[in-house]
């Protein structure tokens, strides 16, 4: 496929993504955080370390498997370089801000859902940029664009951590303190900030929409298996483990909802919105909602 277009344009393509939608994404990833961290409770944490089975697997599928078992899929495939690094980016992000919603939707374990998020959204600060090192520097190809920007993963850990690190922490102490008024808060803030940052995608598909159409067909399918393929990652852990179906169902979700607006963020921010990372991680933000909506649909309705 690639051999029927000029592969020197692929990474010419340019998202059309200014520096006041860079803010506005990073704000909108911020007040999501801020809202999810309101329903998280200490005793949260405590009840999954007394039981952290479920959580050490969810951990274990996002952020050890999926991004190895991303590289041994890159291994086998050979993807475009750029289109290989935004996939080593995507599994190196933490859970997307709907997997909870989905979770919920699947009727899965919604208390592990918001855990599994408030964890890897915290661990994230120092696993993405590790793991994007790690991986990217494994692959000749991806390694040769790391060197030509020269990554620097602790502006990676002091961008993470001003977006989404922050936010949790705020969140979490405003419900320790103030329970009453988080609940309030919540209620107006989560499906506000789920507006906006869908809204956000919509607008950036719009003024994309002859990228989309030039370009698009060179990582569908690359975003779609690569979608499928954590999803059954994260199922097949969990039973592995012998975990509960709903334990099973969550770690699915959390695994393959990722945060395709952390990635493209950090793709803007570090790689000058690289053209194979920018349009497989602007595709995957919009593919994944989709996937996980239907996959969230199927088991809400399937009985047990």
Known sequence: ???????????????????????????????????????????????????????????????????????????????????????????????????????KMAKGNAALSVSLTAFTTL???????????????????????LKSVS??????????????????????????????????????????????????????LYDNADVFKNYIHLVIFLVIFHNIYAFVIGYLTGKSFKLDMRDCKTISIETGIQNGGLGLLLIFSFFDGLGGMALLAAFWGVWDIFSGMLLATYWGRKRE
């Open 151 to 204: 990554l620097n993963p602790f502006e990676i850990f002091k961008l993470v951590l001003l977006i989404l690190g922050i936010p949790i922490v705020l969140g979490m102490l405003v419900n320790h303190y103030h329970h009453t008024m988080a609940k309030k808060i919540n209620k107006l803030l989560r499906p506000f900030s789920i507006f906006f940052f869908l809204l956000l995608i919509v607008i950036a």
């Open 123 to 145: 661990i994230c600060l120092i696993m993405t940029p590790l793991n994007l090192e790690l991986w990217g520097s494994l692959y000749e190809p991806t390694n040769k664009i």
């Open 1 to 103: 496929m690639l051999s029927k277009i000029n592969t020197s344009q692929i990474d010419t393509i340019r998202i059309n993504f200014d520096t006041e939608a860079l803010w506005m994404l990073n704000i909108a990833l911020a007040i999501i955080m801020f809202g999810i961290a309101l329903d998280i409770k200490i005793y949260d944490f405590k009840r999954l370390i007394n039981k952290p089975k479920a959580l050490l697997v969810g951990l274990l599928s996002q952020f050890i498997l999926l991004p190895f078992l991303t590289f041994i899929l890159i291994l086998i495939i050979k993807p475009y370089p750029s289109f290989a690094l935004g996939m080593m980016m995507i599994a190196a992000c933490p859970g997307g801000n709907v997997s909870n919603f989905f979770s």
